[in-house]
């Protein structure tokens, strides 16, 4: 079973992923902020990460930081999820080389996309 952490500080956006995660057949467990995100991702070794960018305590920026320094998440793969549209944002995600989901998605695309992560 793929397993996938859902890093999100707005609950409703979290319980739902999380939710139509379960549906999908993953094993996904969430995180409620960055910091919190990180320690569950030392100890739940995810294939996937779903990262909003802007939560308090540590942003996305930050976790994927953070991840990438600990040897056993440096390779995890990382998907963004942003409501931000604004192409400062965007074209920062797209220089990181990481994939990144605007909110609110098609859940259609948001399964394609996890299907090519998990490939």
């Known amino acids: 079973m793929r397993k996938i952490l859902v ?3 707005e609950s409703l956006i979290r319980d739902n992923l999380l ?3 379960e549906i999908e057949g993953f094993d996904a467990i969430g ?3 960055g910091q919190a995100g990180v320690e ?3 100890e739940f070794h995810p294939d996937v990460i779903l990262c909003d960018v ?3 305590k540590l942003d996305g920026y ?3 930081e953070a991840l990438r320094q600990e040897p056993s998440t ?3 793969k990382f998907v963004f999820l942003t409501a931000s549209a604004d192409q400062i944002n965007l074209m ?3 220089g990181l080389g990481i994939d990144h989901i605007l909110k609110p998605f098609n859940v259609d695309k948001f399964l394609t996309l996890l299907e090519h992560q998990n490939s």
């Open 7 to 9: 890093i999100e500080d």
């Open 19 to 21: 939710e139509l995660l």
């Open 31 to 33: 995180a409620d902020n």
């Open 40 to 42: 569950i991702a030392k």
């Open 54 to 56: 802007m939560m308090p």
């Open 62 to 64: 930050g976790v994927l």
């Open 74 to 76: 440096a390779d995890t």
């Open 92 to 94: 920062k995600i797209r």
